[in-house]
T-cell receptor
Framework: AQSVTQLDSQVPVFEEAPVELRCNYS??????LFWYVQYPNQGLQLLLK??????LVKGINGFEAEFNKSQTSFHLRKPSVHISDTAEYFC???????????????FGQGTILTVHP | NAGVTQTPKFRILKIGQSMTLQCTQD?????MYWYRQDPGMGLKLIYY???????DKGEVPNGYNVSRSTTEDFPLRLELAAPSQTSVYFC?????????FGDGTRLSIL
């Protein structure tokens, strides 16, 4: 079984400031990790993914995340946010290749990022 | 390519009515999924399918049914609508990772 905990339900920040959205997970098997963004009244859009290889992953819109296996974390960061980054962000985990539940995502509760001018 | 298309976008049902939420994808993906999203709860997996003719329960399947007769389509059926099923429903598909999501169906049961 897997679980995902997003440590902050809401994160307010001023425009051009840095931001970190925190995500911890638990799993008994190897995992794939994802961050999705959801703008109001829209579906989920993939920001970035970690499948294997380098633990620092770069995504769209200037976001990046670092996979830390020892701390079971996958925090999302952006050095300078814009008003347009205001949205809800979801961390998700799935079993890695060879797992019997391949592809099934377990989501965190979501973090609402609000960027103020 | 349209990706994942969900219909309808909005629907209001009365308690006890039934309806089918439609989902179709044009990416020839084997895997398809149905999630529900409730405020502050993230997304919960209702049902998933690994290919035509094969479906399985997710975390919250009670009150729902699915079928997968073709690779493209994965409809979700509510037989006896209950207020607890008021939610936003998302369909997704994937080949290899990641999953691609539709724009959702907002369903209210009154």
């Amino acid at each position: 079984a897997q679980s995902v905990t997003q440590l902050d339900s809401q994160v307010p920040v001023f425009e051009e400031a840095p931001v970190e959205l925190r995500c911890n997970y638990s799993s008994s098997v190897s995992v794939y990790l994802f961050w999705y963004v959801q703008y109001p009244n829209q579906g989920l859009q993939l920001l970035l993914k970690y499948l294997s290889g380098s633990t620092l992953v770069k995504g769209i819109n200037g976001f990046e995340a670092e996979f830390n296996k020892s701390q079971t974390s996958f925090h999302l960061r952006k050095p300078s946010v814009h008003i347009s980054d205001t949205a809800e962000y979801f961390c998700a985990v799935s079993p890695g290749a060879g797992g019997t539940s391949y592809g099934k995502l377990t989501f965190g509760q979501g973090t609402i990022l609000t960027v103020h001018p | 390519n349209a990706g994942v298309t969900q219909t309808p976008k909005f629907r209001i049902l009365k308690i006890g009515q039934s309806m089918t939420l439609q989902c179709t994808q044009d990416m020839n993906h084997n895997y398809m999924y149905w999630y529900r999203q409730d405020p502050g709860m993230g997304l919960k997996l209702i049902y998933y399918s690994v290919g035509a003719g094969i479906t399985d329960k997710g975390e919250v399947p009670n009150g729902y049914n699915v079928s997968r007769s073709t690779t493209e389509d994965f409809p979700l059926r509510l037989e006896l609508a209950a207020p607890s099923q008021t939610s936003v429903y998302f369909c997704a598909s994937s080949g290899n990772q990641p999953q691609h999501f539709g724009d959702g169906t907002r369903l209210s049961i009154l």
